[in-house]
């Protein structure tokens, strides 16, 4: 299938069709998951899936007020637990990286593979390792060094028994991931398109929580809800118009023309009115029962 042809699918029939009970999300900074992830997440948490977040850095280097690193590093660790409860995410772990010192060291790599290891995930939420040209922002050298060192932890060192032994001798066995969820991806990798809509609204009170990074609340606001209706109108236009007769849960009764939507002169709707929103994702099958591997 070519990206964002696929099936639109809800949180909740993602997890039902890959068998995801438990989800591990990692994010470079305070606030890079709830950009990239927000109303996936509210949507699993709903459907009933146990989402851990670990978040690398401090973000002590981030903001728009004059305050010294530790008490920046309080208040985003305070904005991240708020917003992560919101959305349904009652766990936080926080590394206390240095924000703009990221690396995808061993050190970060066996830290990686020690909470694959503990939590045992159906899946892993994480950044992109690849840089987007199309928009700088996505790859802060941070978010490329978290996604870099999750992938590299994937495999093979999650599932190999000799990587980081230290780990074993603690009783953290090595096991086989099975997939990774890729966020701040360059869009030609999309290969997931999710239908978020209804969560639009936890998504964007989960940034909200984020009050130190948003100097313009409503500006962000726009340009979050119009990102992900723009991803619902691109997958419309990448799968065409539904067969005659097709019956699909996820797909839109109808659409209509809104020439006065501020983002686009033309939005897609259900046949209620409603406006419709998508996150996409890069999905990677590290595991299958096809797959042959060794170290």
Do not use: C
């Not at 990221?102 to 939590?119: D, G, I, K, T």
């Not at 999750?150 to 093979?156: L, N």
């Not at 869009?187 to 100097?215: C, I, M, W, Y």
């Not at 979050?224 to 118009?241: I, K, T």
């Amino acid at each position: 299938m070519t990206p964002l042809t696929m099936p639109l699918k809800t949180p909740a029939e993602l997890a039902a069709d890959h068998g995801w009970t438990k989800v591990l999300a990692f994010g470079a900074h305070p606030d890079d998951l709830d950009f990239g992830a927000a109303a996936t997440v509210a949507g699993l948490t709903r459907a009933g899936v146990e989402v851990t977040y670990v978040v690398m850095t401090d973000g002590d280097a981030g903001g728009f007020e004059t305050e010294n690193q530790h008490t920046m590093t309080e208040r985003r660790h305070r904005e991240q637990r708020e917003a992560a409860a919101h959305l349904g995410v009652q766990d936080v772990e926080y590394w206390g990286e240095r924000d703009g010192y990221l690396e995808p060291s061993h050190a970060v790599m066996a830290n990686v593979v020690e909470a694959m290891r503990r939590h045992r995930p159906d899946a892993v939420f994480t950044m992109s390792p690849e840089r987007d040209w199309d928009r700088l922002q996505r790859s802060h050298p941070d978010h490329l060094a978290a996604g870099e060192a999750v992938v590299r932890a994937s495999y093979p060192a999650v599932e190999n028994p000799f990587a980081y032994p230290e780990l074993a001798a603690r009783g953290l066995e090595a096991f086989h991931l099975k997939w990774l969820v890729v966020y701040g991806h360059p869009a030609a990798r999309s290969n997931l398109a999710v239908d978020v809509t209804g969560f639009e609204q936890d998504k964007l009170a989960a940034l909200r929580f984020h009050a130190s990074q948003h100097p313009d609340v409503a500006a962000m606001e726009a340009f979050v809800l119009d990102g992900m209706e723009q991803l619902h109108r691109d997958w419309l236009a990448a799968a065409g118009p539904p067969a005659a007769g097709a019956v699909g849960s996820s797909r839109p009764a109808e659409t209509v023309s809104v020439p006065d939507h501020p983002a686009s002169t033309s939005t897609a709707v259900t046949a209620d009115g409603r406006r419709r929103f998508v996150e996409t994702f890069q999905l990677v099958s590290v595991n299958d029962p096809s797959t042959i591997s060794g170290f």
